[in-house]
C-alpha cells in the first residue's frame, strides 16, 4: 500500500551515526499572513522514538506538528518555507501527493473525533477507500489496529455498537487504531491525553510507550509531567523559535538555555 508521496524536492537523508533521523527539518518558517509563527527550525526528529514539543500556548507548538502532514494547508494564509525532509522528500514541496502523505504520516487530535459509525467501520472506513473491500482482510486489521491501540479486550465483543457508545479514551484510542490501520510509519499527536480523565491520560501514556517500537511519534504536550514520562527528546519552543532540544533526561534536570528552565521550572507560561 506504499503509495510515492512526490517526485521533485527530493534531497538525500543523511543518518547520524548513532541513530536514524525519521524527519530532518531545515531552516523551517511558516507564516499565518504577516505573523511570523515558526521561525527557521532545524531539527533532527529521530525514529522510533517519542519527541515531545513543549513550550507556552502560542508558541507554534502544534503550527509546526501539523506542518509536518501539511494540516496547515487547511488554513488559507498559512505560508511556509524550508525543508522537511522524510525518507528523500521535501514535504514542504509543491508536488506533494497530500493523500499518501497523510496515510504515512497519521495525526490524532487533541479532542477524540470518531465517525459516528461503528467501532468496527471507523477502523475500516479510510481502508474501503483505498480499495480494501472484503471481510476477509479488513477483519484482520481491525484486530491488529485495536490491539495496537490497546483497546481489543474492551471492544471485541461489541464491534459493531457505535463508537459514540464509548468513553472518551476509548474514543481516543479507537482515533489511535483508526490511524494505526493505515499502516503510517509516523504518528504526530496532538495533545491527544489532554481532554481526558487521568486513568485514560494513563492508557494512553502506556500505549506511547508501547507504540514507538513500531512508529515514530511525535507530541505536543502542555503536560511537563507527560513530556517527561514519556519522551525521549524534548524540543521548547518559544514565540516561534526553537530554544533548545535535547535528550528528555537533559531538559528536565540541566538545560543549556535560561529560558527552557525558566519554562520547566514554572518561572513563566
Ligand atoms: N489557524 C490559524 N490562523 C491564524 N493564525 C494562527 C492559526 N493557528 C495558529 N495561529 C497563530 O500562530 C501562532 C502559533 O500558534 P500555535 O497554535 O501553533 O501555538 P501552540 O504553541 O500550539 O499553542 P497552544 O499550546 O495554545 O495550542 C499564534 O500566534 C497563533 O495565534
Request: charged share 25%; proline share 4%; hydrophobic share 40%.
Amino acid at each position: 500500500m506504499k503509495v510515492s508521496i512526490g517526485t521533485k524536492n527530493r534531497i538525500a537523508l543523511k543518518e547520524t551515526e548513532d541513530y536514524k533521523v525519521a524527519l530532518k527539518v531545515k531552516d523551517l518558517n511558516i507564516y499565518y499572513g504577516d505573523n511570523h509563527a515558526v521561525k527557521d527550525v532545524n531539527m533532527d526528529i529521530r525514529q522510533n522514538a517519542v519527541t515531545a514539543l513543549i513550550g507556552p500556548s502560542g508558541c507554534g507548538k502544534s503550527t509546526f506538528l501539523r506542518s509536518i502532514n501539511r494540516m496547515n494547508d487547511l488554513i488559507p494564509i498559512a505560508r511556509s518555507t524550508g525543508e522537511i525532509l522524510y525518507e528523500d522528500v521535501n514535504l514542504v514541496g509543491n508536488d506533494i501527493n497530500i493523500v499518501a502523505l497523510r496515510k504515512e504520516i497519521g495525526m490524532v487530535f487533541q479532542r477524540p473525533n470518531p465517525f459516528p459509525k461503528s467501532i468496527y467501520n471507523n477502523i475500516t472506513h479510510a481502508l474501503k477507500f483505498y480499495g480494501i473491500n472484503s471481510k476477509k482482510k479488513l477483519d484482520p486489521i481491525v484486530e491488529e489496529s485495536l490491539r495496537k491501540a490497546a483497546l481489543w479486550d474492551e471492544v471485541k465483543d461489541r464491534l459493531h455498537d457505535s463508537a459514540l457508545s464509548l468513553s472518551g479514551g476509548q474514543q481516543q484510542r479507537l482515533c489511535i487504531a483508526r490511524t494505526l490501520a493505515m499502516k503510517p510509519n509516523i504518528l504526530l499527536l496532538d495533545e491527544p491525553a489532554s481532554a481526558l480523565d487521568p486513568i485514560s491520560n494513563a492508557k494512553i501514556e502506556d500505549l506511547i510507550i508501547e507504540l514507538k517500537k513500531d512508529f515514530t511519534i511525535v507530541i505536543v504536550t502542555h503536560n511537563m509531567h507527560q513530556a517527561s514520562r514519556i519522551s525521549d527528546n524534548t524540543a521548547f519552543f518559544l514565540n516561534g523559535d526553537l530554544i533548545e532540544m535535547d535528550k528528555t533526561d537533559k531538559i528536565f534536570t540541566n538545560p543549556s538555555k535560561k529560558e527552557t528552565e525558566d519554562y520547566i521550572t514554572g518561572r513563566f507560561g
